[in-house]
């Protein structure tokens, strides 16, 4: 099955939940004829990651309504949500299936806890939320990008005008 059937069924899905279109769609199926809402998920048990076409296309989504947000008050009352917003808002230009590498590459950077790696995080001083998602996708796009120079040659930020730079700062110190 191409990445294009699964897109099209996940749509499908997505605009009318159900079990018909449940079973057309036969990924990570529940009990409930359902999907998960995480775009991906590692399996400690099994040593897996498990993507979510429905969980990458409600990213998508998310990123394509950055923009809306970002003009509202709750998009503007807290610079580190307006960070995330803002970084969204640039993702949207990727297609999906390299959102779906990112979301993977996300899941990576949870298990290795980048947004630990940080000195001036304690117990005490843990990252909020939006600075834990914006470190870890600014990780996941770094490696994303490295990734995709490797093995197409393909230049993200310039075929799709990728405009933010500051992955490039990002390092783990092991």
Known sequence: MSWMQI??????????PGKAAAEALRFIL?????????????????????????????????????PNVLQTQEGRENFKTYRLLAYMKEMQKLPLKYLAFLCLFREVARI?????????RTVHN?????????MS?????KELENAMQK????????????SWYESEWITVNS
Do not use: H
């Open 112 to 120: 290795m806890e980048v947004t630990r790696t940080d000195k001036r």
């Open 126 to 134: 843990p990252p909020t939320e939006a600075e834990e998602a914006y």
């Open 7 to 16: 897109e099209k069924m996940a749509k499908a899905y997505r605009k009318a």
């Open 137 to 141: 996708y600014l990780w996941a796009f």
């Open 30 to 66: 529940s009990k409930d004829a359902t999907y998960p809402e995480w775009a991906c998920q590692f399996d400690e048990e099994q040593n897996t990651f498990f993507l979510s076409p429905l969980g990458i296309l409600a990213f998508q989504e998310e990123c394509a309504n950055a």
């Open 151 to 162: 093995i197409q040659s393909i230049d993200l930020r310039a075929d799709y005008k990728i």
